[in-house]
């Protein structure tokens, strides 16, 4: 495998890392508010 190819499988493997946890983040979230967190 190339460099730039390794280094690009990384940058996507930590940007959908992060949008995996800031999905779940939101979930999360919006599950306390439904089971009454206030």
């Not at 190339?2 to 890392?17: E, K, N, Q, R, T």
Request: charged share 15%; net charge positive.
């Amino acid at each position: 495998m190339s460099i730039s190819g390794a280094i690009g499988l990384v940058v996507f493997g930590i940007a959908f890392g992060a949008l995996t946890f800031i999905t779940v983040r939101k979930a999360e979230g919006q599950r306390m508010e439904a089971t009454g967190g206030r």
